[in-house]
């Protein structure tokens, strides 16, 4: 199993980011996929998660900012993040529950 996120960077607040992550090594249609976070000095949190009937979960300090999606036709899960914060800043991680993978994550900086 691989997964490999792109997308991060550096934004300002207010902005907004698009990450994405490729999965290979898994029948990624049947996947529950899952985005988790590290901020500095931070456990791993949970952000989102999206199953493959497309029912998304999200945690409470993302509700309303942060876009949970997939696209089976290209084995990729995306997170939309608007109205970005400081707080948001960590390193992003893409996950599949069934295999306990991981990628090797993507800085997200917010900053003005």
């Known amino acids: 199993v691989q997964l490999v996120e792109s997308g991060g960077g550096l934004v300002q607040p207010g902005g907004s980011l698009r990450l994405s992550c490729v999965a290979s090594?898994?029948?990624?249609?049947?996947?529950?996929m899952g985005w988790h976070r590290q901020g500095p000095g931070n456990q791993r949190e949970f952000v989102a998660q999206?199953?493959?009937?497309?029912?998304?979960n999200y945690a409470d300090s993302v509700k309303g900012r942060f876009t949970i999606s997939r696209d089976n036709a290209k084995n990729t899960v995306y997170l939309q993040m608007n109205s970005l914060k400081p707080e948001d800043t960590a390193v992003y991680y893409c996950?599949?529950?069934?295999?306990?993978?991981w990628g090797q994550g993507t800085q997200v900086t917010v900053s003005s």
């Open positions: 090594g898994i029948a990624f249609r049947l996947a529950t």
């Open positions: 999206i199953t493959s009937g497309g029912y998304t």
């Open positions: 996950t599949n529950y069934a295999s306990a993978a």
